[in-house]
């Protein structure tokens, strides 16, 4: 399957985005789903992941209460809402798949990568 994310630009602190991410030539419900995003000069770090059916998610504490995972198997498209964004949220963001059964927080895990979108908070 690949994917493409999109949605990204330029927010002031305490605005909100959602990003999305398109499946194509695959099945997204056959995969469990993730967000990720790097941060210039760091690691490509964890930041929510979904199940198959949607029905249970995984919050990096960064995001917690603030970010929503969700998807929508009948468009193939996953979404990652963001609100409350800080200056610290700056990053590019990425979503991968797995075949995994379980919802893994390492991108090691993930087989499948969009190309990454660009988030950047002003203070």
């Known amino acids: 399957v690949q994917l493409q ?17 398109a499946a194509s030539g695959g099945t997204l419900s056959r995969y469990v789903m993730g967000w990720f995003r790097q941060a210039p000069g760091q690691e490509r770090t964890f930041i929510a992941a979904i199940s198959r059916s949607g029905g249970t998610t ?4 960064s995001v917690k209460g ?36 379980s919802a893994p927080t390492s991108p090691e895990m993930y087989t499948n990568w969009g190309q990454g979108t660009l988030v950047t908070v002003s203070s």
Request: hydrophobic share 30%.
């Open 5 to 21: 994310a999109c949605g990204g630009g330029l927010v002031q602190a305490g605005g909100s985005l959602r990003l999305s991410c």
């Open 58 to 61: 995984n919050y990096a504490d």
């Open 66 to 101: 603030r970010f929503t995972i969700s998807r929508d198997n009948v468009k193939n498209t996953m979404y990652l809402q963001m609100n409350s964004l800080k200056p610290e949220d700056t990053a590019v963001y990425y979503c991968a798949a797995t075949s995994s059964y």
